[in-house]
């Protein structure tokens, strides 16, 4: 299919939006996960607003000195930071978002009724960094299965919705906390008490949420639309861990623009929010009281703008997903303007209107940021990249401000201060421009990958066979530097290949590529039909795939036997003793020598020892670099044998040689990269007549 018509059937352009209520009725799910989710991201907010408010009275009573809130409120931010990629990879793996929303918020209900019974610095230390934990799910589960509960043309609306609830939770926890004490006469005690079970209800109502799947109206769709018929729900046969899934969202062009714009928008943010407080205490001599009424207001002003950034996000993106981030660094530039003009003001309610306008940009952008996100991760991976999202903007951006900037009023004022840090917001707001261009190509990308997914996996449920390894449209890049270039390679199962080429050709990133130590900035790799193009270095040895590299094969301090020891018992352990005498055996001189160190080995030896090991793993894919390089003929010989006596086995072999004759003495076929592209791929003989080959190698024909 093609690409406009995938975009097409996620919900990408066509007419503009339904009205929310239209749409929300025609999808079929109602208000309930909305309310749902956004009840228990609003009563998230009770812990941290009560803990600030009170504070005074938490200090006083259990003896603790400010600078130690201070720093409890700085570790609950860390724990919350750092609990989301954790809670990403487990619903990642098991789904069960809704389960798990319910059971954090019950969690973070039952830490703020906690704090009531604390006796001292360290339990309130506790429970502070436990609230912070539970409190990850908020940004890695929240938004990924809102997203996955509605239509995508509610996705910029609902992730406003969500926002708004946000921004209703920073009106009323304050305002509850002044309530219960002024008037209900409360003690912070009983305070603290009343909100969690105020949120431990909230967290009741939500029992019923439940994880709708995956990508259900933008994956499934797509896949549906691919096969013909809905999928049978089988699962990948290779899922991504954690790490592996984080490799694979920074190879995203336009995400990790976005990881660097948070970044620098943390900077920002993270010291503003102390130099307002002392802003309105000593240019309007606002206290305690006056504060927190300026801060509700301001909250309930930014709420209401997202009624209109909502409809206003959800027509860009239909039009065209790159204006979401085109508007988000406009938004942020405009705000960043008003905010600079507030603290010029003469006049106090010129300050309050222009830090009105700021507070409601900055909120507006945030649906954008996150349905931007949303949009250009594919789905099972979402969760990951709102959580590394928030690690960038709180734990990069956040610590380095405070670290950064957290003096700079001292030399500048307090106006001067928010003058200064206006400068990485402007940073921020020109990172993520630039990565308006690269976005849609990056849907782009994600939809035809996706398509190409759903045809193998039909392929395959079909009973198809599969070549053992197959390589499509590879690009792989140091950096900035591309070094292959749309490099496509099918080996069957049994093949001996050779990959040929001069220096700097790309052979050995290549072999990288296929072995998992490098990932392609483009293009993918499948073995026996699996998707492993992300898949690590050493998840792929456990699916067969051995790989021996010129002298990277050895521990020197270790004897000869140790090494084969401690290769045999991680991967074969049932029977390494037995792995380890089939090596000796295919190599008598190294049984000769097993019990001296490798750093003593001659060059050969240390070549015999690396391929020993493929002979323990008895692999079904066996990827050989350089293997002969700077060997005497006779080691060379010794060691050809041993890959053909494992050819012979059963094992597939891919080598990759510089010398052309050696690549012929040994592989039916070859394939010759200059320049990391592939200009011959056939039978090994006819290598020798390729004109580029003969330049490089053999020199002209005689005549």
């Given amino acids: 299919m093609s690409v406009p018509a995938l975009r097409q059937i996620i919900g990408i352009g066509g007419a503009a939006p339904s009205p929310i209520r239209e749409a929300v009725s025609r999808s079929g799910v109602g208000w309930y996960p909305a309310v749902s989710i956004g009840l228990l991201g609003m009563v998230d907010q009770f812990h941290g607003h009560a803990f600030v408010v009170l504070a005074p009275e938490l200090s006083r009573s259990l003896g603790i000195p400010r600078s130690a809130l201070a720093g409890m409120l700085l570790l609950s931010a860390l724990a919350f930071t750092l609990a989301g990629l954790p809670m990403a990879a487990f619903v990642g793996r098991f789904g069960r978002r809704g389960l798990v929303s319910v059971l954090t918020g019950i969690g973070w209900s039952a830490t703020t009724m906690g704090t009531a019974f604390v006796g001292g610095g360290l339990g309130l230390a506790g429970i502070t960094v436990a609230d912070g934990a539970t409190s990850g799910s908020v940004r890695a589960v929240h938004p990924p299965l809102l997203a996955d509960s509605y239509p995508v043309e509610l996705r910029v609306r609902m992730q406003a919705l969500y926002r708004a609830m946000d921004g209703v939770g920073n009106v009323v926890a304050p305002l509850l906390v002044a309530a219960l004490t002024a008037l209900a006469g409360l003690s912070w005690r009983g305070v603290f008490l009343a909100l969690g079970g105020a949120s431990l209800v909230s967290a009741v109502v939500a029992v019923r949420l439940r994880d709708p799947g995956y990508g259900r109206w933008d994956t499934a769709r797509v896949r549906a639309a691919v ?27 336009t995400y990790r623009r976005i990881l660097a714009g948070s970044a620098a928008l943390g900077v920002l943010l993270a010291p503003l929010v102390t130099y307002v407080f002392f802003f309105l205490d000593e240019r309007w001599g606002m206290g305690p009281g006056a504060r927190g009424v300026f801060f509700a207001v301001i909250a309930a002003a930014t709420t209401g703008g997202m009624a209109v950034a909502g409809p206003l996000g959800e027509r860009w993106f239909r039009r065209d997903p790159s204006s979401l981030l085109r508007g988000a660094a406009g938004m942020l530039a405009a705000g960043l303007l008003a905010l600079s003009a507030s603290v010029l003001a003469p006049a106090f309610w010129m300050m309050a209107v222009l830090y009105a ?28 990249a709102t959580a590394l999202e928030g690690v960038f903007l709180v734990g990069v951006g956040g610590m380095a401000g405070l670290l950064l900037l957290s003096g700079i009023d001292r030399r500048f004022g307090t ?93 050995s990133t290549l072999l990288a590529t296929l072995a998992g130590t490098l990932l392609p900035a483009d293009g993918t790799v499948r073995f026996d039909g699996a998707d492993i193009t992300y898949l690590d270095a050493k998840r792929r040895v456990g699916l067969g795939i051995t790989t021996v590299r010129a002298g990277e094969a050895v521990v020197d ?26 090596a000796f055996a295919a190599f008598p001189i190294l049984a000769e020598r097993r019990d001296h160190r490798a750093a003593t080995l001659s060059g050969g030896e240390r070549q015999m020892l690396g391929l020993a090991r493929a002979v323990i793993a008895s692999p079904r894919l066996l990827l050989v670099d350089e293997l002969t390089l700077g060997l005497s003929p006779g080691a060379v010989d010794d060691l050809l044998a041993v890959v053909s006596r494992l050819h012979r086995a059963g094992t597939t072999v891919v080598m990759v040689e510089q010398s052309v004759d050696l690549a012929l003495r ?3 076929r070859a394939c010759f990269l200059e320049r990391g592209r592939v200009l011959y791929d056939g039978p090994a003989p006819a290598l020798r007549d390729h004109p580029l080959v003969r330049a490089a190698f053999l020199g002209p024909r005689p005549e």
């Fill in 666 to 668: 040994i592989a039916p």
């Fill in 415 to 507: 106006t001067g201060a928010i003058l200064s840090i206006a400068v990485p917001g402007l940073l921020a707001a020109l990172v993520l421009r630039s990565a308006a261009a690269t976005m849609n190509a990056d849907i782009d990308r994600m939809l035809e990958r996706l398509e190409e997914e759903e045809r193998t996996d039909a392929a395959r449920e079909e009973g198809r066979r599969f070549p053992l390894l197959t390589c499509e449209r590879l690009d792989v890049a140091y950096g900035p530097v591309q070094v292959l270039f749309d490099v496509n390679l099918t080996v069957e199962e049994g093949e001996v290949l050779a990959i040929v080429g001069t220096n700097g050709a790309g052979k």
């Fill in 227 to 253: 096969r013909g018929a809905q999928r049978s729900g089988a699962e990948r046969a290779v899922e991504l861990g954690l790490v592996e899934v984080t490799r694979r969202l920074f190879l995203i062009p």
């Fill in 557 to 582: 301090p270790l004897s000869v036997a140790e090494n084969l020891r401690l290769f045999a018992r991680s991967l074969r352990p049932g029977r390494a003793a037995a792995a380890v005498d089939d």
């Fill in 357 to 384: 306008v700021f507070s409601m940009l900055l909120a507006a952008m945030g649906p954008f940021l996150t349905a931007s996100v949303l949009s250009l991760t594919p789905a099972r991976m979402r969760p990951h």
